[in-house]
């Protein structure tokens, strides 16, 4: 087995900063003129600078990537994944700003910065490099820098002084690491502290990466307890479903298996909705869906359409009734998820999210609350819903005041 090698920080244990970053900018200095440099820069940093400016990144300028608006930055929070790890993480990393020295930050897959939090005087310092809340820090807005390299070269990374491709940001030192989902292996964002250069600690990367990896713990705890969830749910529709069958979370996690050799994960068709599909390593199978996930049976012939009953708008209680061959559930939606319900009922054919909000707001600009509750209901209603637009998906019936 190969071991994996610890984050590489960017100064040694008691090596001068001053004269360290003396070096870093007489190498970039020649780099940048196409001169011999007196040294090589480290792995990660040579490579970062070959794909800036294979990217087109002025080191003078960086890029003109726009900086997302406050609305726009609530609906990446939503869509991240990262809002059920942020306490943990900020409370984690609360040492390294104490003292108001460093800013703690937290972007999104695409570099986006989602959160920020630090002293007046720190974040002040930040906004003076565009690095707000909003703004793109991957490599490809503003060159080498801790996010950015972190997304591209899928590691934790420290980057000092003039490491950093772009000059405005010698004066700037940042640690970053990424966070995984570990659902699907794929990078959620990167947890970031930065700070003037005076401020680097060889200590720092190791414990920003730390951190990353508490967070990936936390989303692997969170994901069992939904299959748990699930499992529960699944166990009596499987015990009637009369064949082999699965119960599996929208990535294809298994929850419980009756009849099916036992098996982790198995791989969903890309755009699942209900109905029949070919199932690689199962064959021909039906799904439908059920609260948080899928029931999969094995070579079924049988009648897989979904009815879903929902109340009257002047009904009591508010009810989503979800029936199929294999049983029903019911799910109690709040009044609000209850009117969106109801008008996807009247639509068919989808409806955007900008027009559910004037619907339900009379402001079109409302987009980001609407996919917001969306999503929320879509993790209550598993395969239920479609999106692009949003409706019911494909083969379900829908009945609006029936008991």
């Given amino acids: ?10 100064l040694a244990a008691g090596e001068d900063p001053r004269a360290y970053a003396a ?3 007489a190498v970039y200095d020649a780099e940048m003129a196409g001169e011999r440099a007196p040294a090589r820069p480290r792995e990660v940093i040579s490579d970062s600078w070959r ?3 294979e990217a087109g990144v002025d080191p003078d300028s960086g890029g003109a990537e726009p900086t997302l608006d406050g609305g726009q930055v609530q609906s990446r929070r939503a869509d991240s994944g990262l809002g ?5 993480v900020m409370r984690n990393l609360d040492t390294l700003i104490v ?7 937290v972007a999104d897959a695409h570099g986006r910065v989602l959160w920020r939090n630090g002293s007046a005087r720190v974040l002040g310092q ?15 807005a503003v060159g080498t820098n801790a996010i950015g390299t972190a997304l591209a070269s899928g590691r934790a990374v420290q980057v000092f002084s003039a490491e950093h491709f772009v000059r405005t940001h010698h004066n700037w030192t940042c640690a970053g690491a990424p966070i995984r989902d570990p659902r699907t292996g794929s990078v959620l964002g990167v947890v970031d502290v930065s700070g003037p250069a005076v401020t680097i600690h060889p200590t720092t990367l190791a414990l920003v990466d730390t951190v990353a990896k508490l967070a990936q713990a936390q989303l692997r705890e969170q994901h069992r307890a939904r299959l748990d969830a699930l499992r529960a749910v699944a166990a009596p529709i499987l015990a009637r479903s009369g064949g082999p069958a699965l119960a599996v979370d929208g990535f294809g996690w298994v929850a ?17 909705t209900p109905g029949r599909w070919y199932v690689h390593g199962l064959g021909d199978c039906e799904l439908v869906p059920m609260p948080g996930g899928w029931l999969v049976r094995v070579q079924e012939a049988a009648d897989t359409r979904v009815l879903v009953r929902l109340s009257a708008a002047g009904a009591a209680e508010q009810q989503v009734q979800v029936s199929g061959a294999d049983g029903a559930w019911v799910h109690r939606p709040s009044p609000r998820h ?18 559910i909000a004037v619907a339900l707001f009379g402001d079109a600009a409302r987009t980001v609350t609407v996919r917001a509750e969306i999503s929320r209901l879509r993790k209550r209603l598993g395969g239920v819903l479609a999106a692009e637009p949003y409706r019911f998906a494909e083969g379900v019936d829908v009945v609006v005041g029936a008991a």
């Fill in 1 to 10: 087995m190969t071991a994996i090698s610890a984050p590489e920080p960017a």
């Fill in 23 to 25: 070096v870093l900018h």
């Fill in 51 to 53: 794909r800036v400016k």
């Fill in 84 to 88: 059920e790890v942020l306490e943990p």
């Fill in 99 to 105: 003292d108001g020295e460093n800013v703690l930050v």
């Fill in 126 to 140: 930040a906004d003076r490099l565009g690095f707000t809340e909003g703004a793109s820090w991957a490599e490809t």
């Fill in 256 to 272: 419980a298996v009756d009849g099916v050799a036992p098996r982790e994960k198995m791989l969903l068709p890309r755009e699942c």
């Fill in 338 to 355: 209850a009117q969106i319900l109801r008008l996807l009922a009247e639509h068919p054919a989808g409806m955007t999210a900008g027009a």
